[in-house]
């Protein structure tokens, strides 16, 4: 499987969060915001990460290895790490989300989004808040 870069996979996160926004139902919308997230994820270890070539040991987790190349991180790591098992059960067809907590998490990863273009120096693409029902410039408030 070919490495994608760090720009493919930002531009794959966007795309994603920017799918989540719009998909129903809330399982759904909950398990495509994760997957983007997962996606920024992985931009960042793209970017950042140093393989140890020779070194092949248990799997670790995206979540637990942004922690520890970017310390700053770890906090977004631990948060999306606890609603992997939500997304999880929410592919499988379970209803696990509300629509409020599918509409928090695709907000939280359009935060998180931000906060990693910051971190990896780069300029900060627009906003896709608006297009989940209950943000600021939804009009629905």
Request: glycine share 8%.
């Amino acid at each position: 499987m070919p490495r994608r870069s760090r720009d493919d996979l930002l531009a794959a996160a966007r795309h994603g969060l920017a799918e989540a926004a719009f998909a129903h139902p809330a399982g759904e919308r909950y398990a495509l915001a994760h997957l983007a997230a997962l996606r920024v994820a992985a931009a960042v270890l793209a970017d950042r990460a140093k393989p140890r070539p020779g070194r092949r040991g248990r799997p670790v987790s995206a979540w637990r290895l942004l922690a520890q190349v970017v310390p700053a991180l770890d906090e977004w790591a631990d948060f999306f790490a606890a609603g992997a098992p939500r997304r999880a059960a929410a592919e499988a067809g379970l209803s696990v989300v509300t629509a409020r907590e599918a509409d928090d998490l695709v907000r939280q990863v359009e935060i998180f989004l931000g906060v990693v273009e910051e971190v990896l120096g780069l300029p900060s693409q627009p906003a896709l808040t608006g297009t989940v029902p209950g943000t600021a410039r939804s009009g629905t408030e």
